[in-house]
């Protein structure tokens, strides 16, 4: 079983440019996370679709980040403009389905820099 | 709110040594906990998860946890460790009384493993 892939695996940006990230779950996987996991912090949740309806964005910086999961599939993650402290890692996950007792299988991450 | 506690940032153990790292909750009720591993440029990997029950889990890699509600802790041990252990470990706590899965994670514990 394929697992969840993430593109690109490395990004270096300037402060104020526009960076998006790609996901692709696991094959029949209702629901995608993304978290953000900043250099000595745990990850930290940013965005939860269930299919293509989003169950919780409160940790989302809508003001700078948006996210997307058009078809319930894929989904892409955007940061626009950039900043500083948006450097990190950005973890993709999914899972089977919404309930609390479903595993969480995660992407390797893509790690953003931004200068 | 919940919050998650490692206070061990970095531990090194002798390859074939136990192992405990420890994991403190704060949450108002009983919180589902997990912990995950990570390796250099991987995602994260479920090691074991408690939902309720005996309080001893069992998880793979011949990795255990216990918990306990008095102390409000979800410490994870190991036996033997090998050097094919090292790598970050996070400890995460999640809702009970919702029906979809937000995790909560610790900062990470990095495990070192000396021959």
């Known amino acids: 079983e394929a697992g969840v892939a993430q593109s690109p695996r490395y990004k270096i940006i300037e402060k104020r440019q526009s960076v998006a990230f790609w996901c692709n779950p696991i094959s029949g996987h209702a629901t995608l996370y993304w978290y953000q996991q900043i250099l000595g912090q745990g990850p930290k949740l940013l965005i939860q679709f269930q299919n293509n309806g989003v169950v919780d964005d409160s940790q989302l910086p809508k003001d700078r980040f948006s996210a997307e999961r058009l078809k319930g599939v894929d989904s892409t993650l955007k940061i626009q403009p950039a900043k500083l402290e948006d450097s990190a890692v950005y973890l993709c996950a999914s899972s089977l389905e919404i309930g609390r007792t479903y595993e969480q299988y995660f992407g390797p991450g893509t790690r953003l820099t931004v200068t | 709110a919940q919050s998650v506690t490692q206070p061990d940032i970095h531990i090194t153990v002798s390859e074939g040594a136990s192992l405990e790292l420890r994991c403190n909750y704060s949450?108002?009720?009983?919180?589902?906990l997990f912990w995950y591993v990570q390796s250099p440029g991987q995602g994260l990997q479920l090691l074991l998860k408690y939902f309720s029950g005996d309080t001893l889990v069992q998880g793979i890699k011949g990795f255990e946890a216990e918990f306990k509600r008095s102390q409000s802790s979800f410490n994870l041990r190991k036996p033997s460790v090998h050097w094919s252990d090292a790598a970050e470990y996070f400890c995460a706590v999640g809702p009970m009384n919702t029906g979809f899965q937000k995790l909560v994670f610790g900062t990470g514990t990095r495990l070192l493993v000396s021959p």
């Open positions: 949450y108002g009720a009983t919180p589902y």
